[in-house]
């Protein structure tokens, strides 16, 4: 064989790269005469995948439930994924941040138009079984989507709305962490008791969050966005996105769940507590809490009437 020019270049660049980490490229050729041809369900763990699917009931419809779940687990593993990268940027470009919200916009779109799956895709009957040997595991233990939330606002804004006035910037995460806005859904805050749900989901979870909440205290999504120029943050496109993504978050996409929820809690027999025992409406629906990521995007009047009439 002719060694061309191009794949002498190829074979100089190898021996750079490798010189760079201190191996011997020599080394590394031989090594693949003996690799084996890659293919699809290796390089996408395909068995793995579809093994990782086990129910807790006879019930066939408890299939779509768990598998509808870890899609939107492997979503939010996509949407920290770019924010990660966005927020990690010193100072973004125009055009990289645009893309990078798009990107994370899209897949919440996906989000929020899947729930088709669950209104629809259950009997009712099966659900109401299965449900009760999910308990006391519930959605609201999703530790992706509130590093989501963490990355994409300030913490002001996550804070339970009957306790912002006396939490700022310089209060300590650990008192921030008790006062966010899902605490509500698991703590009694006239007694201080947290049930099962909370409790547990802290254990595993506590520490993590807070390292979190400190590293994107001064580099989440609302933070990069106002480190760009002036004259870009007042772009037509560029607050249109910014406006979208928070809506769909927190009114379209929580709304979509909020119904489905309502859907079958309240089919059979009345109301009836969500599978980890928490007051699911004033967790859920956002007029209650008011999570906004973006609030200066916003007018008075949307303010006001923030996850009314929806």
């Known amino acids: 064989m002719d060694i061309t020019p191009a794949i002498e270049q190829q074979l100089n660049d190898l021996e750079k790269k490798f010189k760079a980490i201190n191996q011997k490229t020599e080394t590394h050729l031989e090594g693949l005469l003996w690799a084996k041809p890659i293919t699809y369900w290796d390089y996408i763990q395909t068995d793995a995948l579809l093994n990782l699917q086990i129910q807790r009931t006879t019930l066939p419809d408890e299939m779509v439930f768990i598998m509808y779940h870890q899609v939107n687990e492997l979503l939010f593993k996509m949407i920290l994924w770019e924010v990660e990268q966005l927020c990690h940027t010193d100072q973004p470009e125009t055009a990289y941040f645009t893309e990078k919200l798009m990107r994370i916009s899209r897949y919440f779109d996906m989000l929020t138009t899947s729930f088709d799956i669950m209104g629809d895709g259950m009997e009712v009957d099966q659900y109401m079984k299965f449900r009760n040997t999910l308990t006391p595991a519930s959605g609201f233990q999703s530790a992706q989507y509130r590093l989501i939330e963490f990355a994409s606002t300030d913490l002001i804004?996550?804070?339970?709305?009957?306790?912002?006035?006396?939490?700022?910037?310089?209060?300590?995460?650990?008192?921030?962490?008790?006062?966010?806005?899902?605490?509500?859904?698991?703590?009694?805050?006239?007694?201080?008791?947290?049930?099962?749900?909370?409790?547990?989901?802290?254990?595993?979870?506590?520490?993590?969050?807070?390292?979190?909440?400190?590293?994107?205290?001064?580099?989440?999504?609302?933070?990069?966005?106002?480190?760009l120029p002036e004259e870009t943050q007042k772009d037509a496109t560029l607050v249109k996105a910014m406006r979208h993504y928070d809506y769909t978050v927190n009114v379209t996409w929580v709304m979509g769940h909020y119904n489905t929820a309502k859907k079958y809690i309240e089919s059979v027999s009345g109301p009836q507590e969500a599978t980890g025992g928490s007051d699911w409406k004033k967790y859920m629906h956002p007029k209650y809490q008011r999570r906004i990521f973006f609030p200066e995007l916003w007018s008075e009047e949307e303010l006001k009437n923030w996850g009314e009439n929806v």
Not at 188 to 204: I, M
Not at 214 to 225: D, H, L, M, P
């Open 157 to 227: 804004n996550l804070i339970d709305y009957r306790y912002r006035a006396n939490i700022d910037r310089n209060t300590p995460y650990e008192h921030a962490l008790e006062h966010l806005y899902w605490q509500a859904a698991g703590k009694d805050y006239k007694t201080g008791e947290k049930s099962y749900l909370l409790s547990q989901f802290e254990k595993r979870y506590k520490g993590e969050f807070l390292r979190f909440m400190e590293e994107y205290n001064t580099i989440n999504i609302w933070r990069k966005f106002k480190q």
